[in-house]
């Protein structure tokens, strides 16, 4: 699986934007670009995903560099709910699906009331 | 609420005992991966089933063995426990192979004493 970089912390006020970077130079043509993200002490859940195109639903925006090395999630208005752990994951969008979330270290959010 | 229920949500046992997770996937949901969380390797894939058949396999120990249900629910068996066993198992499960997403339990948190 390509590798993701991403910062280890970042720290946000309450009711502002939140652009969250993620790194991924090694991307191949078939692998969409997936985010997730773990409040405390509960499991991992879906942000969102894409391919090229940027991406909106009604928890975050992802943009897609035109080279597809890089991505960044955005959070249009930080609550102190968005406080957590947010992964991005390159998966394989070929074959069977088989392939399973390869998970970094992700950045920690804090939000700041 | 994911829809995934995991059970129990925690457990603590001895050195060389043997454990069992239980976990209930999303109704109609035919895959189910489980995963493994601790503080020094962060999460990891251990192993994935769908709809009955083992599909990949990542870093689970010999000591450890899953099997899916007919009614798609999963366990998770843990033997022969190590100190470093220790970790939050989370149970995640998705529509089919190649869903997009995942769906995740609110985990198993195993202290080994």
């Known amino acids: 699986d390509a590798k993701t970089t991403q910062p280890n912390s970042m720290e946000s006020n309450e009711e502002e934007p939140v652009h969250l970077p993620c790194n991924h130079s090694?991307?191949?043509?078939?692998?969409?670009i997936h985010w997730y993200r773990q409040l405390p002490s509960q499991g991992p859940e879906y942000v969102i995903h894409?391919?090229?195109s940027n991406v909106n639903n009604r928890m975050a925006s992802l943009a897609i560099a035109e080279d597809r090395k890089s991505s960044t999630l955005i959070l249009h208005r930080a609550t102190l709910r968005d406080a957590a752990v947010y992964y991005c994951?390159?998966?394989?969008?070929?074959?069977?699906?088989?392939?399973?979330?390869?998970f970094g270290k992700g950045t920690r959010l804090s939000v700041i009331a | 609420d994911s829809g995934v229920t995991q059970t129990p949500k925690h457990l603590i046992t001895a050195t060389g005992q043997r454990v069992t997770l239980r976990c209930s996937p999303r109704?109609?949901?035919?895959?189910v991966y489980w995963y493994q969380q601790s503080l020094d390797q962060g999460l990891q894939f251990l192993i994935q089933?769908?709809?009955?058949?083992?599909?990949a396999k990542g870093n689970i120990l010999e000591r450890f063995s899953a099997q899916q249900f007919p009614d798609l629910h999963s366990e998770l068996n843990l033997s022969s426990l190590e100190l470093g066993d220790s970790a939050l198992y989370f149970c995640?499960?998705?529509?089919?192979?190649?869903?997009?997403?995942?769906?995740f339990g609110p985990g198993t948190r195993l202290t080994v004493l």
């Open positions: 995640a499960s998705s529509v089919e192979l190649a869903a997009d997403t995942q769906y």
């Open positions: 090694t991307i191949s043509g078939t692998d969409y």
């Open positions: 894409g391919l090229t």
């Open positions: 994951i390159l998966r394989d969008g070929l074959g069977s699906g088989n392939t399973p979330l390869v």
């Open positions: 109704s109609g949901d035919l895959s």
């Open positions: 089933y769908y709809n009955g058949e083992e599909r």
